[in-house]
């Protein structure tokens, strides 16, 4: 039985890092697609009048927001460490991901053709960030076991593979972690599915 939903549109966009932890853990969940009636049926109800939402059927709570939404499913999941220290790699690589998804969400939808090379050159500066941290931890995962914020950094990584197929190619450690993320097994048997491979990126056909 379905322990959560998940409200968006048919697209990978901002319900993928979810997606990917529900899969990974053998949650089972339920896709609602907002697409259909989104302005009648599904705008009124969100909180901020935008999806993803998630509901939780074990309590029946709702929350919008996807980092929220994938913090809540860390903290009730057993993917949020327990170390301060451990919790605040998770969160500030998390942080870094949203200063990188920002501009990547304007860019696909507000600048793609003046915008996308630019785009790419900035990930140069902000991948190295992620490299250096990486080899100083030494760690398989951003924390030392799994957490909600490697499912996320998963997602923002397939996304920018498909905007620049060798931005990743000066950083060997952040390469190794994206290659071990996709190979964990559940994850390589849904990305090789038929339905991952014909989801979207994003709702406007770039990316
Ligand atoms: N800060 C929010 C979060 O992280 C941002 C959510 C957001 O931008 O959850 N939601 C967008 C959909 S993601 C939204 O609800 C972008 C894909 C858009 C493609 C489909 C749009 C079809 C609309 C009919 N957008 C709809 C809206 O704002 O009304």
């Not at 499913?73 to 220290?85: A, Q, S």
């Not at 914020?149 to 450690?173: E, G, K, W």
Request: proline fraction near 4%.
């Amino acid at each position: 039985m379905a322990r959560y939903q998940l409200l968006y549109f048919p697209l990978r966009g901002r319900g993928q890092a979810t997606r990917y932890l529900f899969i990974d853990k053998g949650i089972v969940y339920e896709e609602i697609n907002t697409g259909n009636n989104w302005v009648e049926d599904f705008k009124p109800k969100m909180p901020f009048g935008q999806a993803p939402l998630l509901k939780d059927l074990e309590n029946g709570f709702e929350i919008a927001q996807s980092n929220s939404m994938i913090r809540y499913l860390g903290r009730k999941e057993g993917l949020y460490p327990e170390d301060i220290k451990e919790a605040a790699k998770v969160d500030m690589i998390c942080d870094h991901i949203e200063d990188i998804r920002g501009p990547y969400v304007r860019m696909i939808y507000q600048n793609y053709e003046n915008g996308k090379d630019d785009f790419v050159k900035s990930l140069e500066e902000k991948l190295q960030y992620i490299e250096k941290l990486f080899k100083a931890w030494g760690t398989d995962y951003i924390a030392s076991k799994i957490s909600f914020a490697d499912y996320n950094l998963l997602d923002l990584l397939d996304d920018l593979v498909i905007s620049s197929a060798t931005c990743l190619d000066a950083f060997p450690t952040l390469k190794a972690y994206y290659d071990r993320m996709a190979s964990r097994p559940a994850l390589k048997k849904y990305r090789e599915s038929e339905e991952f491979k014909k989801m979207p990126v994003n709702g406007n056909g770039k990316q």
